[in-house]
Structure formats: C-alpha cells, structure tokens
C-alpha cells in the first residue's frame, strides 16, 4: 500500500465517462481524481496564448517544461488546475484549445514529459487517474486497474442527451462520426496509443447507468483494498 492509499487508473475511449465516473468513484471513497487529458490541454492553451508553432516540437516541450502544470487543493475531490499561478478551469474547453490539443498530444517529447509529471503527482496513491495510457504507460504499477468502454452508439447518444441537456443543438449522425474517428485516432497513435492493458478488469458500461458502474468500480476498489492488506 502506498503513504495515501491505492491508485486507481481509468482508461477507455472519448466519450465513455471516465470523468465522470471517477470523480463519483472519488467522492464516495476520499479519493482525489486526475484527468491526465487536462495536462494536455493545458499545454494547448500555453502554446495558444503564446503563439507557438503546435508542429514545432521542442518549442511545444520548451513552454511545458518553463510553465509548471500543477493541481491545486481546492476542497472538492478533483483538484483545480494551474498553470504557474493562473487557473484554468472554462478556459481548457474552448473550441480553439481543443483543436490545437489534438496536435501537441501526438507529440513524443511532450508525452513523455507529462506521463513524468503525472508519475509525480500520484505516487503517493490515494487517487484515481483517468485518461488513454494511464493503465499501459503512466501506471503500469496501479494497484487496480479499469479499461471502461461503451458502444460508439451509446456514447453517441449520451452526448446527445449531454448537449441538449444544456439547451444546445446536437446532431446523432455528426456526433456518432466524431466518436468513431477519434476511436481510431487514439487507437492509432503512434505514441502509447490506446489499449487494453492485459491485466485491466474490462467493464462494458452500454447498458448500465453511471451509479452502477460506480458502483462497481467501489466493489472492484474494496476488493483490491482487502487482498493488499491481507
């Protein structure tokens, strides 16, 4: 067992809720919940406010490594996210950061810096990791960990579900195509591409709720918990 606990890494696809499960998951246990995505973007938005050429390769590395990522304790389960001593909350959802994420994430040198910080920030345990290489690249050493999937058509329609829930426009047919391009974007990456690692507890999420899927996490978590200690 580690100083804070265990570490739970949570991989799976776009649009699975990894997010939003785990930060239930973290809640219920006392955990704290990472999403290693925001890391990336996070560096987008640097490379955006500073104009930096997103192909250029060691630039990209360069403002990472001259403005630190770090995660703020903010009382609530997933800690807020600075950058040097600005906060970036609504600001790593913008349409523009979004687009030049997808660029500096298929970087090498960048990757490998990050998946170093991330090592870092949850060493200690007591946290749940989610992101795309979190079980096969940055915690190889988790204590547990989940590959959660869904359907394309689930994940399609519950992003439908998502938008119009905030009173915006959605398009299935347009959505369903996002999903499965990224799926094959992320599972083709040349640099830790997604996958299921060989010792990850597969949990197919089409057909359960969110409470149950946490639910099962918090079993599969107390059952790992147990054994350690045994």
Known sequence: ??????????????????????????????????????????????????????????????VAQKNPITFLNSGDVEPVLMVGCTKLQEELYDENIAAATSYVSRLRKLRDFLVEEQRRIGSDGGMIMEGRDITTNVFPDAELKIYLDASPEARAERRVAQLKGKGLEANYDEILGMIKKRDEQDSRREFNPLKRSDDSIYLDSTSLSKEEVANKIIELYKATVKNLKK
């Open 1 to 62: 067992m580690r100083k804070n606990g265990i570490i739970i890494a949570i991989d799976g696809p776009a649009g699975v809720g990894k997010s939003s499960v785990g930060r239930d998951v973290a809640s219920e246990i006392g955990y704290k919940f990472i999403s290693s995505g925001k890391m990336y973007r996070a560096v987008a938005w640097l490379c955006v406010k500073n104009k930096i050429n997103l192909n250029d390769e060691d630039s990209v590395l360069l």
